[in-house]
């Protein structure tokens, strides 16, 4: 009797260890989370995206409210009353409110301003030769990149406001890499029936300075409680209790060679030393470049092949005459590849099932193509360049979470710091990953 008493309490220190490691790890963790906080914002949200050629619309009488909790939402989301334009000026879809902008607005969200974006969210650099390029925040002579170029400027102004964009390869990411806030892809089941232009690759994403705010968001999606195990788990890391296996490409040079320019393999090389140096990350190599070569075609197809679909049923004669001609002869592209989309989707398919990155391990890249912003007198020239989605679409072909964070130590030259790119099978991983990182998200006074 004595020694199973011994025993059960020799249990239960180690449980009362175990428990107090646990508490200590989630406090460290929490304090990671506020130490990632931004400060600063103003009100006037309103005034500040017009100037910017950011937003549509934008409610009335908000201009002298604390901007916590208003939501932005991309201009390809319908609301009762109020048609989404796919940033053309027209009332192209007249449809319901989609069940994720409805989670949101039940989750406390208060819409207020529909976003601008490039034209039929078909291009990457923030142009738009209709309602206006979207104007970088932290410098106007560059532009905020694209396509949810609205939802990033409006994501940037203060830490408690979230924006809703969409992101079929990189559409929400690239411009938070841009602008400098947080930018994260979901998984295509979250947009919880509604479509988009292209449902084999397309996904919701939301744009914060603030983790809190985007952990909020997560949890009117119906991620519960996923804050406090991503706290748990960067606590437990940073306290040597575990480690987060970072997956880097071994093929880097390659890649830059051929996709990306030095600038932005320079900040790249930066960021992995500062997540070595950490010591709460187990550095390992995976081969992306074949990965890459593999994928983007199939991906290509599916996703052009489905823009000419959803374009031949909301895109008709007023709509087509506003588009540039380069995305008229995208869309033509589109219709000549409909044979192939099947098998290309099937391919893709057995690509995704026999790639599995593990849910423990998180994949870091460059987020952006480029060490510089995207000047305005560019964007029209680089809108429907491939070589801006290198790395964003490798989330969207494996259906990943996927996040942008403005890492530097470098800076752009619109003034954001360099961003790094995450993504992960697990979302806790993922933004575990993050707040490990010094991440500097600032706001604009």
């Known amino acids: ?179 400098g806030v947080l930018g994260l892809k979901l998984r295509r089941i979250d947009y919880r029936g509604y479509r988009g232009m292209a449902p084999s690759v397309e996904a919701p994403g939301l744009l914060s300075l603030s983790m809190t705010t985007l952990v909020r968001g997560l949890e009117a999606l119906g991620y519960r409680g996923v804050g406090e195990r991503a706290a748990l788990a960067a606590g437990a890391a940073a306290e040597g209790l575990a480690r987060i296996t970072l997956l880097t490409p071994e093929d880097l040079g390659l890649l830059c060679r051929e996709a990306l320019d030095p600038g932005a393999c320079s900040a790249f090389e930066e960021q992995v030393e500062a997540a070595r140096s950490s010591g709460a990350f187990l550095i390992a190599g995976v081969k992306l470049h074949s990965l890459y070569k593999t994928l983007e075609p199939p991906r290509a197809v599916v996703t052009l092949a489905e823009a000419a679909d959803w374009a031949g049923k909301f895109c008709r004669e007023e709509c087509v005459s506003r588009l540039p001609e380069r995305l008229k002869g995208l869309l033509r592209l589109g219709g000549m590849l409909r044979p192939w989309r099947g098998e290309a989707a099937r391919v893709l398919e057995r690509v995704r099932t026999s790639t599995q990155i593990p849910g423990s391990t998180v994949l870091a890249t460059p987020a952006v193509a480029t060490g510089g912003c995207i000047p305005v007198e560019e964007a ?66």
């Open 380 to 445: 029209g020239r680089l809108a429907y360049t491939r070589r801006a989605i290198v790395f964003t679409s490798l989330a969207n072909t494996l259906d990943l979470y996927s996040l942008s964070i403005p890492l530097g130590p470098s800076r752009l030259d619109c003034g954001a710091p360099a961003p790094l790119l995450l993504s992960s099978s697990s979302l806790e991983a993922l933004l575990a990953a993050a707040l490990l990182l010094p991440y500097r998200a600032e706001a604009i006074h």
């Open 1 to 179: 009797m004595g020694s199973l008493e011994s025993a059960a309490a020799s249990l239960g220190d180690g449980v009362r260890s175990s428990s107090k490691l646990l508490d200590s790890a989630l406090e460290n963790g929490l304090k990671l989370l506020r130490a990632r906080e931004p400060g600063g914002g103003a009100s006037g949200v309103c005034r500040r995206l017009e100037r910017l050629n950011a937003s549509i619309t934008c409610r009335s009488g908000l201009e002298d409210r604390s901007p916590e909790g208003l939501l932005s939402y991309k201009d390809t989301y319908p609301l009762p009353g109020e048609p989404a334009g796919w940033g053309t000026g027209l009332p192209l879809d007249t449809g319901g409110e989609p069940q994720v902008l409805k989670a949101l607005t039940t989750g406390g969200f208060e819409p207020y301003a529909r976003t601008s974006m490039d034209i039929l969210a078909l291009g990457t650099s923030g142009f738009n030769p209709v309602l206006g390029d979207v104007l970088n925040p932290r410098n106007p002579r560059y532009t905020t990149g694209g396509s949810s170029g609205g939802a990033a400027a409006s994501a940037l102004l203060a830490p408690g406001l979230l924006a809703l964009a969409s992101d079929a390869g990189g559409s929400a990411r690239i411009p938070a890499g841009y602008t």
